[in-house]
């Protein structure tokens, strides 16, 4: 592993990623995806936390927010959520969630499309750093050739992270 570092927060990463900043990208909003060799990909975003907080007033609430708004898309025929977590994040407390949304994929003549067999998976971390003023959401949208352990390597990608 070797360590990403840009506007002041770090993380870990496999030394076969390569990355794609949006060109929008600034110091105090911005993403950064981490594309991997077999296709997979985690971004990285952040933002600032004054404006994230009149909505959200904690960084579960936000995470909370972002399954149930990725449940209401029109593609999405059902979501579980399949795991949920917490831990310490460079000393903020970190909210991880893993789900599984059907998607429905085609339209047809008349707007009926079919589930797409197995799932999407994605997972997810966020958290709120007052030090930075930021907040930062790590999270990656899994196909469904993602090696098993795909999500083992993101929560340690995740714990590594450094926002200050």
């Not at 949006?22 to 981490?34: A, I, Q, S, W």
């Not at 904690?58 to 059902?78: E, G, L, N, P």
Request: hydrophobic share 35%; glycine share 6%.
């Amino acid at each position: 592993m070797e360590d990403f570092s840009v506007y002041g927060f770090s993380m870990e990463y496999p030394q076969v990623c390569r990355f794609e900043f949006n060109p929008k990208t600034k110091r105090e909003k911005g993403d950064v995806v981490l594309h991997f060799p077999d296709r997979e990909k985690i971004y990285l975003s952040w933002g600032q936390l004054p404006i994230v907080l009149k909505k959200y007033d904690t960084a579960k609430a936000f995470a909370d927010h972002s399954i149930k708004s990725m449940s209401k898309s029109r593609s999405v025929k059902k979501s579980e959520r399949v795991a949920e977590d917490s831990f310490k994040v460079n000393s903020h407390e970190a909210f991880y969630n893993k789900a599984v949304f059907e998607e429905v994929t085609g339209g047809g003549l008349f707007g009926r499309g079919r589930a797409a067999p197995g799932g999407r998976i994605t997972c997810s971390v966020h958290l709120y750093c007052p030090n930075s003023s930021r907040y930062y959401v790590i999270y990656a949208l899994l196909s469904a050739k993602a090696p098993e352990d795909f999500d083992e390597l993101f929560v340690r990608m995740a714990k590594s992270f450094k926002c200050h």
